[in-house]
């Protein structure tokens, strides 16, 4: 199975970039979908975004136009570029895979991401 090891955040003011990585303990060349998910205290994990085998992305909403996932198979390792912060994208991400489509998602231990205002 394969384990996914995120890092790469931290505390960052308003308006800052961060970029987290999360390496995978073996190839994700056949993985169908990689993706970050998000979860701050009190609340329920979310979806940030995710990417296709295909290369194919998606994005919450409230995400658009500031963060940008991407895949480097070859270093079995994704990314999540994540600019314009706010101090309510504080949160734990979490990296997260999925052999197939349909299939239960791995989860990586969780990065913390702290946003001052």
């Known amino acids: 199975q394969v384990q996914l090891v995120e890092s790469g955040g931290g505390l960052v003011q308003a308006g800052g970039s961060l970029r987290l990585s999360c390496v995978a303990s073996k190839s994700i060349f056949s993985i169908a979908v990689m993706g970050w998910y998000r979860q701050a205290p009190g609340n329920q994990r979310e979806l940030v975004a995710t990417?296709?085998?295909?290369?194919?992305?998606n994005y919450a909403d409230f995400v658009k136009g500031r963060f940008t996932i991407s895949r480097d198979n070859a270093k079995n390792t994704v990314y999540l570029q994540m600019n314009s912060l706010k101090p309510e994208d504080t949160a734990v991400y979490y990296c997260?895979?999925?052999?197939?489509?349909?299939?239960?998602?791995?989860w990586g231990q969780g990065t913390q991401v702290t946003v001052s205002s």
């Open positions: 997260s895979s999925k052999e197939k489509p349909w299939s239960l998602p791995k």
């Open positions: 990417v296709s085998r295909g290369g194919t992305t």
